[in-house]
């Protein structure tokens, strides 16, 4: 596909493309640091990037130990509320002195909207695929249940 690069560079990291067909093409990269962070572009129908994704991708990318720790804490906050009708050992988990998300990805579409991603969920809501927080700019607007996901790519 035409207009499609490689490769894009958003605030000094490289995200490589790792996915193009019809539906959507993707870019990525490992952010530096002793823990894995990720950083994903994924536009769909699949074209060259917006700049709106491109926008949001540098906000994720320069602020992102901060913005993965609110997410972990409102993941923390918002999951305790009966709604998510958590066991007792998944409460018990939130209650713990260390949050049980990891291995953070932040995930940025065409529109500029994003989410982080936590590849790794010590609760049963996420196991298979872990967990999302949705973003309005750097503030945490949402909670993204994956565990109806399907595997893309």
Known sequence: MNGVPEKIEVRGTVLD???????????AA???GDEPRTVSIVI???G???DQAVDSAAQAIAGFDVLA???SRYLVAELADPVWELD???RARLDGPEAPFGLP???IWSDGSWMIRFAECGLAIGEEFGIGVRFTGTAPVGIEDLSGSAEVL
């Open 69 to 71: 720790a609110a997410a």
């Open 48 to 50: 060259p990037p917006t």
């Open 88 to 90: 007792t050992e998944d």
């Open 44 to 46: 769909e129908p699949a």
């Open 30 to 32: 490992d952010l530096p």
């Open 105 to 107: 990805e932040a995930i």
């Open 17 to 27: 493309r790792i996915g193009l067909a019809a539906e959507f093409v993707c870019w």
